[in-house]
């Protein structure tokens, strides 16, 4: 009976909070809305409601700094869009343009992941899935992902301040030595720290022959339901507009 709290995520969160099961829905719409044009006319409205969603779920959650990156991103981004870039030359305006529009797209995505990653739990995220049915063969590898990139920029972090202390930074007198020196430590952590993760997972139980417990409560309340019904709002509107 385990309840690991991954790095980033504490037990006696304040403010909104959401069902894994709320998130991993919130995520897959997100998804499906940016890359897609379901939305069809009306998606020019439903994308930056549903997209603004995990913004300011990072505002009620506490993750202060996350939440005015992704504010600046969400207006660099709007404004870029709305800008007449016809007065820049071929070449510049295509490269812009590509940038905006892959950013655009790829930029709510990565910040619902952000949320989802570091305001769950191991344990919540597992009881989520199994109350889903959902195969082990996928919570597993999903449960080790969960706490690996926290795990791997948290050894971003030690293996920055050891560099610092040695004078290897950009602009320093070893800035040709900088990647070499980042680079091939967090390949060895990485590898090492996935190893530890599965190892971990597996003597908790994770994949064994008898039912893991959990002493985690997770459950719907008025903030998944009110995300629920702005989805169901939103792919209903997007259904009449084509419609009609």
């Not at 996350?66 to 030359?89: C, E, Q, R, W």
């Not at 980042?182 to 190892?199: F, H, N, Q, Y």
Request: one cysteine or more; charged letters at 15%; hydrophobic letters at 50%.
């Amino acid at each position: 009976m385990t309840d690991d709290i991954m790095p980033g995520a504490v037990h006696d969160r304040k403010g909104v909070v959401l069902d894994p099961r709320t998130k991993l829905l919130l995520l897959l719409m997100i998804s499906v809305f940016s890359w897609s044009s379901i939305g069809g006319r009306a998606g020019w409205i439903i994308l930056p409601v549903i997209t603004l969603i995990p913004v300011i779920l990072l505002y009620f959650s506490r993750k202060w700094k996350g939440a005015v990156i992704s504010t600046l991103l969400f207006l660099a981004v709007y404004l870029i869009s709305y800008t007449d870039l016809n007065k820049l030359s071929g070449g510049v305006y295509y490269i812009i343009l590509m940038i905006v529009g892959i950013f655009g797209r790829l930029m709510p995505c990565i910040i619902m992941a952000y949320y989802l990653v570091y305001t769950t739990t191991v344990s919540e995220f597992v009881a989520a899935m199994e109350k889903m049915h959902v195969s082990e063969k996928i919570t597993i590898p999903f449960s080790v992902i969960f706490r690996f990139f926290p795990t791997v920029r948290e050894q971003m972090h030690f293996i920055k301040d050891a560099m610092d202390m040695r004078g290897i930074k950009i602009g320093g007198k070893h800035s040709s030595k900088y990647i070499e020196y980042r680079l091939i430590p967090l390949m060895i952590c990485s590898v090492k720290t996935g190893d530890e993760l599965s190892a971990a997972s597996l003597t908790r139980c994770l994949g064994g022959p008898v039912r893991r417990t959990n002493i985690c409560k997770i459950g719907f309340g008025f903030p998944d339901y009110v995300i629920i019904l702005i989805l169901i709002a939103s792919v209903a509107a997007s259904v009449i507009v084509r419609l009609v």
